[in-house]
């Protein structure tokens, strides 16, 4: 079992960058599949990256493709969401999560992941 908890959330001006981090508990954190997801007020929760075990690979919605970047520290037990270029469309709760499955490939479904973190507010005001 694992546990998650997000922080590095904030309120920043369009334009602006935030670092987001997820720290696990766990002694199987390298086992891990760990994606960031995001929901809006009234809207679904939806994928946003991903990124597989041992960090060789990383998946982005299309949304947020060459403006974020998803990274972790094994040793560290951390993942981390680097947000740069950050539009107002990006305000949203921020959720990370693990999926402990044996698949190799992360997923975009929220569906494949058995652990949650409770959230961290991203404000992007224009």
């Known amino acids: 079992q694992v546990q998650l908890v997000e922080s590095g959330g904030g309120s920043v001006q369009a334009g602006a960058s935030l670092r987001l981090s997820c720290a696990a508990s766990?002694?199987?954190?390298?086992?891990?599949?760990i994606g960031w997801f995001r929901q809006a007020p009234g809207r679904e929760r939806e994928f946003v990256a991903a990124?597989?075990?041992?960090?060789?690979?990383?998946y982005y919605a299309d949304s947020v493709k060459g403006r974020f970047t998803i990274s972790r520290d094994n040793g560290k037990n951390m993942v981390y969401l680097q947000m740069n270029s950050l539009k107002p469309e990006d305000t949203a709760v921020y959720y990370c999560?693990?999926?402990?499955?044996?698949?190799?490939?992360?997923?975009?479904?929220?569906?494949?992941?058995?652990?949650w973190g409770q959230g961290t507010q991203v404000t992007v005001s224009s």
């Open positions: 999560a693990a999926d402990s499955s044996s698949r190799t490939l992360a997923r975009i479904e929220t569906r494949y992941y058995d652990y």
């Open positions: 766990g002694r199987t954190f390298s086992s891990y599949k």
């Open positions: 990124i597989t075990g041992r960090g060789a690979g990383t």
